[in-house]
């Protein structure tokens, strides 16, 4: 399913924003967006030993203006 609207990207964790990218993603394909996402989870699961599993409640979520969250990556299971 693609979206003629601008992907934005952000992690949250349970409590609160974490990140949020300054620009919109550099695609309007919902599927290039959810990789981009998922391999982002990856890269932050990969710190979790380093930082005592505090990404452990985090999720990477791709998001447009018009429909809200699109899609959730969570870090847990990346």
Known sequence: MDSMF???LQI???QTMIWQ???CLETSRLAEAMQ???RL???CRRTAAASGN???SWVVE???DAHGIAYRSPVMSA
């Open 41 to 43: 989870a990856r890269a």
């Open 21 to 23: 990218a300054p620009e």
């Open 6 to 8: 601008a992907f934005h």
């Open 54 to 56: 505090a990404t452990r």
């Open 36 to 38: 981009f996402a998922d």
């Open 62 to 64: 791709i998001y447009d």
């Open 12 to 14: 949250r964790s349970s």
